[in-house]
């Protein structure tokens, strides 16, 4: 009883991985591994650890031991999603009033159905135990994720956070009756980075207020990242971009 069956995990599974950002407990990561492979995905990424996990994470992880041997490793968040075509944040920080302009919060009921059947590998970005994702590393993200707890304890465990969003993609994916005809295809992973660059460009020469562009910035990649736009959409939306940003370039020749 609780074993581990010997059967494929779900084709969709390769579109997902998981990523850890700075983890601090060994237990937290075991867990992980664990819940991650009960709804049937097997990629784990983890950045600022090296990979010799202690024994408690190894029984915490039980029959999950195969995603703890693949599990991926990296120096920076950069390098942990370089080839993937969205990048979702996670947090449970709620800012109100000027500081909400940071933090466009998707919630787990509303993105695996706007993600179902498409091409192109997504990651949900977790951050350490104690703080979460650091403002910079939000940054980095195309979307932000929340998952909406009481106001007055509003801070998930590491493992059960990944647990609801890990069950929200799996049982949208899973069931069948809401298959579309026809699949898409997110981002190229180049694209999505190039589209970054022009949009920071875009904002860096624009005549505004400095402490203002980091909120303008993310707030326009995050209101087009909402839409899920293709490789064709986005060459258009570049060439407007791009031309803006010249428009607004004030440096010599």
Known sequence: MGGRLEIDTPAESEKVTIVLIDPKY??????????????????????????NWSDEARNRAKHAQQILENCMHFESINQAVEDCSLVIGTSGKRE?????????????????KRLQRVEGKVA?????????????????CDLLLTIPTWEGYPILNLSHAVSIICY?????????????????????PELRRVLRSEVSRLVRNMPTKEH????????????????LPKNDEIHRLLGVISQAADSFDISEP
């Open 124 to 140: 949900f970005v977790f951050g350490p135990e104690d703080i979460g994702l650091t403002n910079d590393q939000l940054h980095e």
């Open 168 to 188: 929200s993609w799996y049982s949208i994916n899973s069931d069948k009756d809401h298959a579309e005809t026809q699949e898409s295809r997110l981002l190229d």
């Open 96 to 112: 109100i009033g000027d500081k909400i302009s940071f933090r466009h919060f998707v919630t787990p009921e509303e993105l695996p």
């Open 26 to 51: 060994d237990g937290n990561i075991g867990a992980v591994a664990r819940t991650i492979l009960n709804f049937g995905i097997k990629e784990l990424r983890v950045v600022g650890r090296d990979g």
């Open 212 to 227: 203002k562009k980091q909120g303008i910035e993310e707030t326009i990649i995050r209101v087009i990242m909402r839409g």
